[in-house]
């Protein structure tokens, strides 16, 4: 008998082949295609990593940039300038600096400016016909021409008082005096009434950020302030500018300088450290806000997860026909992680866009320089990385124990 | 590889399902199914038909006894060998379709070959080629819910070729069709048989199975009956 051996007719005998493999590039198609066809849901799980990583880069874009602006400021400014002033201790009432502060003051080595304000004690008003109670809580001091250098202050209109004249009964406002006193610019000759005296007004100053109390005052030269007004130059303020090196050493030694009989009577103070505790203060609502921006990531991390999960329980069908057709439990579950990923991944870097705009835009109308911190964005594409591939791993190991048979049996 | 060898064989096949009381799928099932040969799977509701059928295709495995395929015991692979002899060597049809509703005809058709490291334009060459052969190739760009469902299941078949298996296994793949489309079905089956192809066909159709050169008869997990129609009718 002859015998017509059944020969496997197509393909590869089973001891020749090939383990199953997927490429990585169709790995990713695969993941994309599953995210395509449900749109609706995988743009919603996305959108909450979306706001999440949104509300982190934007909470660390703006606190940057708020401080940044900030810093500028007290970068301008200077932090190396001390107030003096008489303290308002018991008994100390009126107190007035020793006349001699000024002098003895820039005689320390480490001082590289002075300038002071003397109390005039009149008042001053637009005409003399307002009463005299009325004084609008302007007050009025003497001063010499260096302030400006001292303070870094700047003139909106007109000039500061000069070496020409300073002994000349002329006037010079600060910015809050100038709108009380209802004085926009200097087109035309102003003249203000000044201590029973009509004094002509040769500038209006810029605000002080380092010495608000100037904005409400008006200011004449101290030559001036002894011939038209009779008082003794007792310094009420003293801004003195140090070196930047030396700033705690100088204002050890300042107090005991100016009054060594009574050192405890001399007040100083750095108008900087306000600026920094500003600067430190918006830094510990950063901190809640980041907190809070965590708690968005992490409830849209459980919202990919839940989208997962009700995928694969959806999907055993999917699953099994893609184990019936070569796909081995490792292919089955780095799909899934790779929807999980991507998904997040997607909503990191909507959100990442969605931060930097919102930084964008608020702080451009704040007025600050927009400063997008590199690790927020590192960080944050970083998070959702991390949150799909802890959100899809359960998932997708579940994926890869769904048995093919149930999945694809039909009795 | 010895010519005859049987393309798949059971021996002492059991498989068992945990629960309370534990459900007996099959119970220490032996067969031979030589290569060429077109075979249905007939049996009620719940007789362990499908179990058996994806136990020949690797897709499960058995408690106990071991699968052959070509002579090589299934039961020592890991899973990426077992996947790739469904991959490559077995296609498997089934009685709901499971294309994917979003990609169009050929893609799923192409999908077929998906495991086996074959490029994009490869795959769906292939693809287009199977479809040109059952007829569809007009359908190729149409999604799945724009066919009826003797050609969604056309389609199904023509995954399932896609990578030319030697086994094709379908499980009640005319369950969901009205006759004309069963009829047609599967005389695209005999045709398949005709090349050379091994065909396993479990179906609870009696005309169907009558129709077959054998049937194998399960009834409560065991094998009840063997019966060959004589080739030459």
Do not use: C
Not at chain 1, 172 to 198: F, K, N, Q, S
Not at chain 1, 300 to 313: E, L, P, Q, Y
Not at chain 2, 186 to 194: E, I, K, P, R, V
């Amino acid at each position: 008998m002859t015998f017509e051996p059944a020969q496997p007719a197509h393909g590869t005998p089973v001891s020749a082949i090939a383990p199953s493999r997927l490429r990585l590039s169709e790995v990713i198609r695969v993941g994309l295609g599953s995210l395509a066809a449900r749109k609706l849901r995988s743009v919603l799980s996305a959108l909450g990593i979306a706001i999440g990583i949104a509300s982190l880069v934007s909470v660390l874009g703006l606190s940057d940039s708020s401080k940044s602006a900030l810093l500028d400021q007290i970068g301008a400014l200077g932090t190396n300038l001390l107030t003096v002033e008489a303290g308002s201790g018991f008994g100390a009432g009126d107190a007035a600096l020793p006349s001699t502060a000024v002098a003895t003051v820039g005689r320390v080595a480490t001082v590289e400016a002075t300038a002071a304000v003397y109390s005039v004690g009149v008042g001053v008003y637009r005409n003399d016909l307002v009463p005299e109670d009325r004084t609008g809580g302007i007050s009025v001091f003497a001063t010499d021409p260096g302030l400006m250098g001292t303070l870094n202050g700047s003139v909106a209109h007109g000039a500061f008082i000069t070496e020409a004249t300073r002994a000349h009964p002329v006037a010079v406002v600060g910015a809050v005096a100038a709108e009380r006193l209802g004085i926009r610019d200097l087109d035309t000759p102003v003249e203000l009434y000044l201590g029973g005296r009509w004094v002509e007004v040769l500038g209006v100053l810029e605000p002080f950020a380092l010495a608000a109390d100037l904005d409400r005052a008006v200011l004449i030269g101290d030559r001036a302030a002894e011939t038209y007004y009779n008082i003794e130059l007792a310094p009420t303020v003293v801004y003195v500018r140090v070196d930047e090196d030396h700033i705690d050493a100088t204002r050890d030694v300042l107090a005991g300088t100016i009054d060594p009989e009574n050192p405890e009577e001399v007040e100083i103070s750095r108008p900087s450290d306000l600026l920094e505790a500003r600067s430190a203060a918006e830094s510990s609502f950063t901190g809640l806000f980041l907190g809070l921006g965590a708690v968005a990531l992490l409830v849209g991390g459980i919202g990919v997860a839940n989208v997962m999960v009700i995928g694969v329980i959806e999907r055993r069908g999917e699953i099994g026909l893609r184990r019936a057709i070569g796909a081995t439990r490792a292919h089955i579950r780095r799909q899934f992680l790779t929807e999980a990923l991507t998904l997040a991944s997607l909503g990191g870097a909507v959100g990442v866009l969605m931060g930097v705009s919102v930084t964008y835009v608020y702080a451009t109308m704040q007025g600050w320089r927009v400063i997008i911190p590199t690790v927020a964005l590192a960080g944050g594409l970083a998070a959702s990385v991390v949150i799909g591939a802890i959100a899809g791993l359960y998932p997708a190991i579940r994926a890869a124990k769904v048995s093919p048979t149930e999945a694809l049996r039909s009795d | 590889m010895n010519p005859a060898t049987p393309a798949i064989e059971l021996r002492e096949v059991s498989k068992h399902y945990a629960g309370s009381p534990p459900v007996i799928a099959l119970d220490r099932v032996s067969v031979q199914i030589g290569h060429g040969e077109m075979v249905a799977v007939v049996g009620q509701s719940g007789s362990g038909k499908s179990t058996m059928l994806h136990v020949m295709g690797t897709l499960d495995q058995p408690t106990s006894g071991s699968v052959l395929i070509e002579g090589i015991d299934t039961s020592a692979l890991p899973d990426d060998r077992l996947a790739a002899i469904r991959g490559r060597r077995v296609g498997f049809v089934f009685q709901r379709f499971f294309l994917l509703a979003g990609i169009p005809i050929i893609d799923n058709v192409a999908n077929g070959l998906l495991y086996t490291g074959a490029s994009r334009p490869e795959r769906r060459t292939a693809a287009q080629a199977v479809l040109e052969r059952v007829g569809l190739s007009e359908r190729m760009w149409h999604r799945p819910n724009e066919l009826s469902g003797g050609e969604t299941q056309r389609v199904a078949i023509s995954r399932a070729l896609v990578h030319e298996p030697a086994f094709v296994l379908a499980d009640e793949p005319t369950g969901n069709l009205d006759s004309a489309s069963s009829a047609s079905i599967m005389d695209l089956f005999h045709s398949l048989h005709a090349e050379g192809r091994t065909i396993v066909i479990v179906t609870h159709n009696e005309a169907i199975a009558a129709a077959l050169p054998r049937q194998l008869q399960i009834l409560d997990g065991r094998l009840e009956r063997d019966i060959r129609i004589d080739a030459s009718r």
